[in-house]
């Protein structure tokens, strides 16, 4: 079993930042792969980043390259979602999941561990 727990969400203007975490616990995670998925009011779970937990490689969807920013800490136990330039576009709950294997996913159906999601706000 995974236990993941995000926090680090929460209200910001366009063009703000803000950086979310999540932090695992339970089964070792040099086999994982970890991602970032996000959920709009009245829209689909989407792939937002995705990162291989033993190599670092990591994946994102087009909109939000060269804004955020994925990472893990390995001593931690914890990946981070750094986001800048943040725009009303990208409000929504975002997810914190785990897959087992390697490969960066962008399909939610994919994925075995899931967090309660943290809410993310920018106002224009």
Partial sequence: QVQLVESGGGLVQDGDSLRLSCAASGRAFSTHTMAWFRQALGKEREFVAGIRWSSGRTDYRD???????????????????????LEPEDTAVYYCAAKYGSYISSRYAEYDYWGQGTQVTVSS
């Fill in 63 to 85: 909109s939000v390259k060269g804004r955020f920013t994925i990472s893990r800490d390995n001593a931690k136990n914890t990946m981070y979602l750094q986001m800048n330039s």
